[in-house]
């Protein structure tokens, strides 16, 4: 049984910081890629950040310098550390785990960014 199991979202002001955790099981994490995706009410879903089983990073433009993806192996667990946070980040935020060329998703988590 595979899970993704995600936390950390909620209400924060412009500017303030937040991080999401998203933790699997039923994989063996070492070997899997990891993502966070967004989606806001009527708009289509977007990569966030995603993160290889090797390390290796990548991020939307959107979010470059304020976000960073990152992975601990020995908690099976992955996390997206917001900075600088913007109202159009507002979004529910989902993991990806990606393993054996399967995808595993997350629940989402709600990450609101407003005064």
């Known amino acids: 049984q595979v899970q993704v199991v995600e936390s950390g979202g909620g209400l924060v002001q412009p500017g303030g910081s937040l991080r999401l955790s998203c933790a699997a099981s039923g994989i063996i994490f070492s070997g899997s890629g990891m993502a966070w995706y967004r989606q806001a009410p009527g708009k289509q879903r977007e990569l966030v950040a995603d993160?290889?089983?090797?390390?290796?990073?990548n991020y939307a433009d959107s979010v470059k310098g304020r976000f960073t993806i990152s992975r601990d192996n020995a908690k099976n667990t992955a996390y997206l550390q917001m900075n600088s946070l913007k109202p159009e980040d507002t979004a529910v935020y989902y993991c990806?785990?990606?393993?054996?060329?399967?995808?595993?998703w997350g629940q989402g988590t709600q990450v609101t960014v407003s005064s």
């Open positions: 993160i290889t089983s090797g390390g290796r990073t």
């Open positions: 990806k785990v990606s393993w054996l060329r399967h995808d595993y």
